[in-house]
């Protein structure tokens, strides 16, 4: 029939009962007279069990072996995937990431893929075998060192693979049924959407959504490759990730392009205030320059109106709470400089963002946002935007009751429920 | 000063802190000002944590994805431990069998190492940097597989690659302080050997002692490497594995060749005899087929005196207990056919052997030990004998007897007790 490749996360190979179900789920597709190439994460715990024994011996180990150590992971859930499904009666050959060649450059620890050479992995299918590769990982064109991929990996190896081999479809398995307008653990309500675009699920990813990673998502985009999401403990569709709304539905219906997505959120951010800073050019700058000097990645930015009496104004931005500190500490090292007054530091914050194509030939929205948010009682903070998408800062307090509200505000409630468990893909 | 090569088995590197203390030994090399290559095995229970899950998923697991599980274990002790030695402030890179140019045969969980190319190796010296290597893996040369080496790989892909360097010495790090003249749990006035020569320790090894494998010596013999066994837990001087008595003593002092080096003994055979058999030409040839062809080591044979009545001879082997089923089940297919009466299997048997160079130039050894065990009331049920050694087999439950004796009557027992605890080296 085709080519598919699939990509199991930890959640779902997290013990040998898992590989065992995961492993006749690969079959059954093998058997639909597919070829399989299976791309399958670390299992369950073993990535923070590594890390936790390579921070017995050094608090901060090396990245060259810190990788060398954390790849050990995949091999052990990719040897044990190609032993089960050998057991149930098909061969299967694994593939370190080096074998299957996903060729990276040498930033341990956050590799990028700059080629894909599967000779292997087409081989393996030649012999009619199923190839299991190590999710996550690559190696190093100028050293020949192994690599890790960063956050996402696994999703984005399976991506590279499924370009490189031209693939028909990257089946993208985890333990939610599929992308939600809506984390369904604060909206019972939110329904599965059928069909999301790359630029929606971007935006989506972008903003806090966790179920398929942005290096993935634009590296589908670049190839247009579609992305099926959907959970390895059902047979039900998912949500298919596409250029448009008019292609790929699976059951080939045409599906109308909805003006608004999803309702995605975010706790992970902090907002930094540098108050009274004095208002002449150059000033935005230099603070930026600082903040982004320590490598920090800055989401949002508002400038307040300068006071007419004082000629000074407020910069706020939103940043990773994670970095929350180096961005204070950078700040404070400019502050003679700079001449500002003093610094504010707010972990306290949250986002929610909405997201859609169909905002473009919609005016409004943002009217519609703010209005239902005032409504139910939720100040905003801050404000961005995107030609497709909304964000606002909130109190973190309120981002349960921001999101409830947009997403009926929107007619986003499913008129049945929903309630399906929700959570991350892992790496 | 030179170039050392260090090997470290599973029970040096157990846990985090066993992992540190050889990081620190290692690091004393270092300083000593030599270049320094470490071979490690899996850390302490891994590999059988990983035959575990792998028969959890498939009760005979494919030998390609085994080997690919199994290699996940040094993965994660070279790189933890490179990660230690880093924190001790060194420079460390650790490379897989693959990547240190271990060429193997495809023979999955036994290959034979072919070749040995260590050129990243050489440019991780030349860097200053130690290198440290997986132990007991390979790759493959025909189809660039990961393959094991089996039983004793660590041991011999540190030989191999000290051979290849060309290195002064090869260090087997083990839980005991070198080589003794018996096993001290056995005999406790055992004596460790300051030296012993390639072919005793051969012939030591073959004979049931654990503490290195046959092939890793066989290895060292064929290339002239003097192999330095010793522990972990000490900084004593252990044994040197050289090719004669009169170099490699470690203070220079000329070391007399004794006439027995030690004392080996062996409780993992069983003795098969086949009764009645047929008194004609062919017929021991046929047995031994059977038997060879069903992949069974033997290792003693004796043939009895015909009976001149009954035209009727008994033949006894010794062959693994693990392999013992086969052996029978080999032979009861072939009974039509050879016309033999019977089988008497027997896994009540233990072998002691008495190892020397000496042997050659001392007649009388084998009646004096023969003497000393009929003195101790042990029956021999079998003999066998080599230029340099000679093994006897009785019933299991005379195994300690017969080797304290023999300890004793050859003058072996150290005038200041002994008393190390004896281990394995695992792999």
New interface residues.
């Given amino acids: 029939m085709g080519l598919v490749v699939q990509k199991y996360g930890g959640s779902s190979v997290a013990d ?1 009962e898992s ?2 179900r995961v ?1 006749k789920r690969i079959v059954e597709t093998r058997q639909a007279g597919n070829d399989v190439v299976v791309v399958v994460s670390a299992m369950g715990d073993t990535t923070d069990d ?1 890390i936790d ?2 921070k ?4 901060v ?2 990245a ?3 990788d ?2 954390l ?2 992971g995949e ?2 859930s ?3 995937l ?3 499904i ?2 149930l009666g098909h061969e ?3 593939f370190t990431g080096s ?1 299957a060649g996903v060729i990276t450059d040498s930033e341990h620890g956050k590799a990028r893929i700059i080629d894909v050479t599967p000779g ?1 992995i087409s081989s393996a299918l030649a012999d009619g075998a199923i190839a299991i590769v190590a999710g996550f990982q690559g190696v190093s064109q100028s050293t ?1 060192d192994i690599t890790t991929l960063g956050r996402g990996g696994s999703d984005t190896t399976a991506v590279a693979l499924a370009a490189a081999l031209g693939a028909d479809v990257c089946e993208i398995y985890t333990d939610v049924d599929g992308v939600f307008s809506a984390d369904p653990r604060i909206v019972p309500a939110a329904r599965r959407l059928p069909v999301i675009t790359y630029e929606e699920m971007l935006e989506m990813a972008a903003s806090g959504a966790k179920v398929l990673h942005l290096r993935c998502v634009e590296y589908a985009r670049r190839f247009n490759l579609p992305i099926h999401v959907r959970s390895s403990f059902s047979h039900r569709t998912g949500t298919w990730v596409t250029a448009d709304y008019t292609g790929n539905d699976p059951e080939g219906n045409p599906v109308e392009q909805p003006i608004i997505a999803g309702v995605a959120h975010d706790r992970s951010e902090a907002k930094v205030t540098v108050v009274g800073v004095p208002d002449k050019p150059g000033q935005a700058a230099a603070i930026f320059s600082a903040v982004a000097g320590s490598g920090i990645n800055i989401d949002m930015i508002v400038q307040n109106v300068s006071g007419a009496a004082t000629g000074r104004t407020d910069i706020s931005f939103t940043a990773p709470r994670t970095d929350g500190a180096k961005a204070v500490q950078a700040l404070e090292k400019i502050q003679g400089e700079i001449g500002f007054e003093s610094l504010r530091y707010d972990d306290q914050v949250g986002k929610i963002s909405l997201v859609g194509a169909g905002m473009r030939s919609h005016p409004g929205v943002s009217a519609k946002l703010f209005g239902c948010l005032a409504e139910a009682g939720v100040n905003i903070e801050m404000i961005s935007t995107s030609e497709i998408r909304i964000s606002v800062v909130v109190r973190e307090d309120d981002v349960n009751t921001a999101v409830t509200a947009a997403h009926t505000a929107f007619d986003l409630d499913d008129p049945e429920g929903g309630a399906v468990v929700y959570g991350g893909t892992g790496r």
Avoid: C, D, F, Y
């Fill in positions: 040998a590989v065992k492993a590594l024994l390579a017995q011996v050094s608090p180990p090396p060259r072996e810190l060398m150590l790849t050990a091999r052990i990719m040897a044990v190609a032993m089960a050998a057991n299967a050959r694994s074998q292997r020949k």
